[in-house]
């Protein structure tokens, strides 16, 4: 039924709360009462009760009139546009822009016939103004006065095509998709690290002629353990997490004397038995190793030069690095859940957290260090990438959000909801739903801060990288709220701008020369990925989600040129699992099936054969009786006769890996995250093992259009002087 109150409504849709949608079924599902009242809440809007929800309606239709110029406005560079001025009635008013580049430039005014209204006892009047189209990319500010004040806001203009950088040219390139910290090589500790990407990066490139490297969120965790192991539930996404640092790469580790070198020397040796009966990734003990050892680095000081970049880092991060640093501190004194901590400790602003600051200044500047030396390896890795010859370089992930017990929750505060969390409709693969235990961004928030916190967001992540695939884009569009307690299949979607965050996006990787993948699977409204498309920004095809109307396998020139196409993705088994319906006997041991199992594995079945056959029909597998690894080369083949510019072999596909990294729906049911690359035989393999894969060979002859797949063309064991 439709909501009960129309002021309700009246609310949810300048809120851009959905009162209905279309679930996976194709069932016009509607929203209760109770779902948008909680949802109201946790953006502190009271409509619990009729007369509230009136009040918050009149002072909703108010509020533009409050102010001389709205916060933020987005517009797409050569698409003119109307900004209106709020000024007392009958006043005059000038208006302009002032330039980022310091520039000015005066607005013209256009006529506006929309009547004065009273105002908290006064006539406000409208005024409008063009914005041109020529005005020149980048932020901007709007000025306005008159006889009596003057105001100013933000103007953003975006480039209204992103495209591929100028480094791809119009070639198209494929790359190796990874979980970083799976990766682990003989100097790593436990877990892969930057230098360990770097080293991917140069094997990519030089043996396998791969143009990128993507990677999981490496977004910052916890400082202290327990580790949360999912890089999809960062405490920040705008800073990195430590534990992927190499110490023995850190410049000042070179100027230890032999006891600190000792001493970390055996931090290493003995994190190294701990783990060496481990199967599984253990970042609790990584962690505290390697925090112990990175503590021994700084204590040990800089030199002159690398004080004043440390401190130059720290000077342009500003307050956010200060912020985030201090909140580590904090969390070591006083636990994870902020909002458990004392009452004057839950603002970042208030003296007593400017007091502990002052008393904790050297774990403050550690954790600033920390971020520094990981910015650096960062660098580092990118600089590898693109020396070795890569055309994009590294590819960074963006997650969807934090936790809201997250350092950004506590930094930004009521610019997060709360009392909600992210999560997704019930969908074919997880039939319950999903509560992903993140906090929302606030739309209206993000719209009066000029959406500074995604701006600066992703323009840190595009520092050192390539490129970046946003996880789960649509929620740049609309996100699946969950009110706390009620679980996500009585949740809603909550639109937001998704003209000003993808067009700052869309600047973002413009300014930094980098690509942009969205991850537009599961329910995605088709408009959307017609938007992304003229935007210039590719989305995600994965081979067993395309399908047309019919229900039948798109066949590969039917598939997009705007994609970066993959057999599989991390939230599925690498393809040899898939081939063996793993994912749906995972799902049935784990209670997350709605159908019966035999029901499940012969639809997995009839998938397998459909591929089969077709693979057959189109020449990519020849052989009767094929093999696992036959039948993932004829799958990456069949990837290559697409238009996609973007092609992606998951690591896991290159070495034969069977194990899921992820289930959607469990945390600790299934060792999300914590498996280690393996082989087909189910046991780990190291780097150095992958560099002289000959699978990996194999499928790289596949994915660079060779007939014959070559022997290493750079030997790892000898140097090579030179070749007629």
């Not at 006891?259 to 609790?284: C, F, G, N, V, Y």
């Not at 780990?684 to 070559?710: C, I, K, Q, T, Y």
């Amino acid at each position: 039924m439709a909501l009960s109150n129309p002021h309700l409504a009246e609310l949810a849709a300048e809120f851009g709360i959905a009162t209905e949608f279309w679930d996976w079924k194709g069932r016009l599902t509607e929203i209760s009462d109770e779902t948008v009242i909680a949802v109201l809440a946790a953006m502190e809007i009271d409509a619990s009760t009729a007369e509230g929800a009136a009040a918050a309606v009149e002072e909703l239709r108010l509020r533009p009139w409050r102010r001389a110029l709205q916060p933020c406005t987005v517009m797409q560079h050569g698409a003119p546009q109307v900004v209106n001025v709020h000024v007392p009635d009958g006043a005059w008013v000038d208006v302009w822009v002032r330039l980022e580049d310091g520039g000015s430039r005066d607005l013209r005014q256009l006529p506006n016939d929309e009547p004065a209204r009273e105002v908290d006892g006064r006539w406000i009047g409208e005024a409008s103004f063009e914005l041109p189209g020529d005005l020149p990319t980048g932020y901007h500010r709007i000025g306005c006065r008159t006889a009596e004040w003057t105001a100013e806001a933000s103007l953003v203009v975006t480039p209204h095509f992103l495209g591929f950088p100028h480094e791809m040219g119009e070639k198209r390139v494929w790359g190796y998709a990874t979980q970083l910290y799976s990766v682990r090589s003989a100097d790593s500790w436990g877990i892969g690290d930057l230098s360990d990407l770097s080293d991917l990066a140069i094997w990519s490139a030089t043996q396998q002629f791969a143009s990128y490297v993507l990677v999981n969120p490496l977004h910052a965790a916890q400082p202290m353990t327990p580790q949360e192991p999912s890089p999809y539930l960062p405490t920040s996404r705008r800073y990195v997490n430590p534990i992927y640092i190499r110490p023995e790469a850190i410049a000042e580790y070179a100027g230890l004397d032999e006891r600190h070198r000792t001493t970390i020397a055996k931090l290493r040796s003995r994190l190294a038995r701990t783990l060496a009966s481990e199967p599984l990734i253990q970042r609790d003990e990584v962690w505290r190793a390697k925090l112990a050892a990175l503590r021994v680095i700084f204590d040990a000081g800089l030199k002159p030069t690398r004080l004043m970049s440390l401190n130059d880092f720290v000077r342009k991060e500003g307050r956010p690095l200060s912020q985030f640093a201090t909140w580590c501190a904090l969390v070591n004194e006083y636990g994870m859940n902020w909002r458990e901590w004392p009452v004057e400790l839950r603002r970042p602003s208030s003296p007593e957290v400017a007091e502990f600051a002052a008393e904790h200044v050297g774990d403050i500047v550690f954790y600033s260090w920390l971020q520094w030396v990981a910015d650096d390896q960062l660098r580092d890795a990118q600089s590898a990438a693109k020396a070795a010859g890569m055309r994009v370089g590294i590819m960074n992930d963006l997650a969807v959000g934090v936790s809201g017990h997250s350092a950004e929750a506590w930094m930004l505060g009521d610019t997060f909801a709360r009392g909600v969390s992210v999560g997704a409709p019930p969908d074919h693969f997880n039939q319950t739903g999903q509560d992903w235990g993140q906090a929302p961004w606030r739309p209206d928030r993000l719209a009066e801060l000029s959406y500074a916190p995604f701006r600066n967001m992703v323009a840190g992540i595009l520092r050192h990288s390539g490129g970046i695939r946003v996880d789960h884009i649509m929620g740049l569009f609309r996100l699946w709220w969950v009110p706390e307690g009620m679980g996500p299949t009585h949740g809603t979607y909550v639109r937001y701008n998704h003209e000003a965050m993808v067009g700052i996006l869309v600047l973002e990787a413009q300014r930094a020369g980098a690509v942009v993948v969205g991850e537009d699977l599961g329910v995605v409204e088709p408009w959307v990925r017609v938007y992304l498309r003229d935007r210039g920004i590719l989305g995600t095809s994965i081979a067993w989600f395309e399908r047309d109307g019919d229900g039948q396998i798109l066949p590969p020139e039917s598939w997009r040129e705007y994609c970066m196409a993959s057999v599989t993705t991390h939230d599925l088994p690498p393809t040899a699992g898939y081939l063996d319906a793993a994912h749906v006997k995972l799902q049935h041991a784990l209670g997350l099936l709605t159908e019966d199992l035999d029901v499940e594995l012969a639809g997995a079945a009839r998938e397998r054969e459909d591929w089969l056959r077709l693979l057959h029909e189109r020449g990519f597998l020849t052989v009767d009786r094929p093999s696992t690894e036959d039948v993932v080369l004829a799958l990456h083949k069949f990837l290559v006769a697409t238009p996609a510019r973007m092609l992606c072999a998951a690591l896991t596909d290159a070495v034969g890996d069977h194990r899921t990294q992820n289930q959607p729906g469990t945390v600790d049911e299934y060792p999300n995250w914590r498996v280690p690359l393996s082989g087909p035989d189910g046991q780990p393999m190291s780097l150095e093992d992958v560099f002289h894969s000959e699978r990996a060979l194999r499928l790289s002859a596949v994915m660079n259009g060779f007939v014959v797949p070559p022997t290493a063309h750079r030997s790892t064991s000898e140097f090579i002087i030179g070749t007629d």
